[in-house]
């Protein structure tokens, strides 16, 4: 936790309300996102219990399994999700637009991208647990499911696997969502609540945060968001309706479970379109519609990819893509912390305090100054900053400015605050700096070593390179001795 966010808790604490620690919104929302609140059987890893699911606020579609251990079932409450999700992804696939691609062919991308929202992280992680469990089933042969079922656990398997990928919005836990943008007078394992938490940022009038985070704690006012139930809930509620079910499977009965399980949901589906119109009550940040294009261009990739016929996803990553997979990871996380705190003024307040970025104003400027002679003569502007913050970058360092995109500068000299910077990037190419692209004298500015340069994926070796421990082909034993060879023969 950082030294504003925990400042943030306790003012939080102390005026009874949630604080906000962003300025803008670091996610993107959809127009039209869909949101869908699984439930599942306490005690089955994967077994689905009910879902609540849908685009409209005022018209959820309930979706329920009545005995959850009954295999045909629960493929039957996949083919009714698959109802409502395919058509709603589908609809994103026909409009496209080309792009066009420096030094290659251009392509075709999506418009636009589905998006899924999901009460919490568990959530999340029982959506992909869901896709695992349909996407190898077949409609042919023993145990057939309806076509739709695999391809739905396609696409389920797709979205909890982009969810891990840091700045993704294609399916977005809600508790997430808005810790990121708020800090409470709880912890963090209690803002995992969806109630509690939104009683913090959003109490009712004339109640504290803390008061209304303590009424969400009652499962009779506020039943867990899911996925899995109070078991209170399944002692005195959900048993008795199942075994009923069981006894005699007729409408009535699964009326009863229905109904039983709704009042469960409901509640949690209010929460969540609350928490939509939280979110989209924030101005969105700049680089927030770069990332939703890298969305975009994957969720086109998949739609190429099925449309192809390409094979379900692995089970399991192999050595050489697992490695590849975490290394991707890795960079875009150290990407999305520099897109943030570029976006945000308070995330970047964050950096001023450790000594790796500075604000300042400008007191001298040289936009002629160059260095060189002749042909190899090059344009480097200097400017001179004086700062307040604690500035812990040594000369020669590379930094650039939030505030100018493709704006580099190197620093020369650190003395008694004022930063003397050379400008390296980010002047045009003519002989003299483009208008505005050198910060005059009295401008305000900040500087930041944090920079969201490309980097390039390490090299790794093919499967068939790696040794049998990590997938590749085992050496083919040949004997050491000659009576060995001969009875090896």
Not at 133 to 144: H, I, L, M, V
Not at 225 to 233: K, N, V, Y
Not at 366 to 390: F, Y
């Amino acid at each position: 936790m950082s030294a504003l966010t925990a400042l943030a808790r306790l003012r939080a604490v102390r005026d009874g309300v949630a604080q906000r620690i962003t300025t803008v919104r670091h996610c993107h929302i959809s127009d039209q996102p869909l949101v869908l609140i699984p439930l599942k059987l306490a005690g089955e890893a994967a077994a689905p219990l009910a879902a609540m699911v849908g685009t409209d606020p005022g018209h959820p579609r309930l979706l329920v399994v009545p005995q959850p251990r009954n295999r045909d079932l629960r493929f039957a409450f996949a083919a009714g999700l698959a109802e409502v999700l395919l058509p709603y992804i589908e609809g994103f696939e026909k409009s496209t637009e080309t792009v066009e691609r420096r030094g290659g062919e251009p392509y075709e991308r999506c418009l636009d991208a589905p998006q899924i929202l999901v009460p919490n992280r568990s959530a999340a992680a029982f959506t992909g647990l869901l896709g695992r469990s349909t996407r190898f089933r077949r409609a042919e042969g023993p145990y057939p499911v309806h076509p739709s079922v695999p391809l739905l656990g396609r696409w389920l398997t797709y979205f909890a696997d982009r969810s891990q990928q840091p700045g993704s919005s294609v399916l977005l836990a809600a508790t997430e969502a808005l810790s990121l943008h708020w800090a409470t007078g709880q912890s963090s394992l209690e803002d995992a609540n969806l109630a509690a938490l939104l009683g913090w940022i959003d109490p009712p009038p004339g109640m504290s945060g803390h008061r209304a985070a303590e009424e969400a704690e009652d499962p009779l006012l506020w039943p867990p968001a899911g996925p899995t139930t109070d078991p209170g809930f399944d002692n005195e509620v959900l048993a008795p309706a199942i075994r009923a079910y069981e006894e005699a499977p007729t409408d009535r009965a699964v009326d009863r479970v229905s109904q039983a399980l709704r009042t469960q949901l409901d509640p949690t589906w209010r929460l969540m379109w609350r928490a939509v119109d939280l979110l989209r009550s924030l101005p969105e940040g700049s680089r927030v519609k770069d990332r939703w294009e890298i969305d975009r261009g994957s969720f086109t990739r998949f739609v190429e990819r099925i449309a192809e016929g390409g094979p379900p996803q692995a089970r399991r990553d192999g050595a050489v893509s697992a490695a590849a997979r975490l290394a991707g990871l890795e960079r875009a996380r150290a990407s999305y912390d520099v897109q943030r705190a570029h976006d945000d003024p308070l995330l970047m307040a964050e950096y001023r305090l450790t000594g790796e970025a500075f604000a300042g104003t400008v007191i001298t400027a040289d936009p002629e100054h160059s260095e060189g002679e002749g042909r190899s003569r090059k344009l480097r502007p200097l400017i001179t900053v004086r700062t307040g913050d604690p500035v812990r970058l040594t000369p020669g360092t590379t930094v650039g400015s939030p505030d100018r995109r493709g704006h580099a500068a190197e620093i020369v000299e650190a003395v008694d605050g004022e930063i003397t910077l050379k400008i390296t990037k980010g002047m045009g190419r003519g002989r003299t700096p483009a208008p505005g692209s050198v910060p005059e004298p009295g401008e305000r500015v900040s500087y930041t070593s944090l920079m969201d340069d490309f980097q390039s994926s390490a090299a790794l070796p093919d499967p068939e390179q790696t040794p049998w421990t990590h997938g590749g082909p085992p050496e083919e034993y040949e004997p050491g001795d000659d009576d060995a060879q001969e009875e090896w023969l």
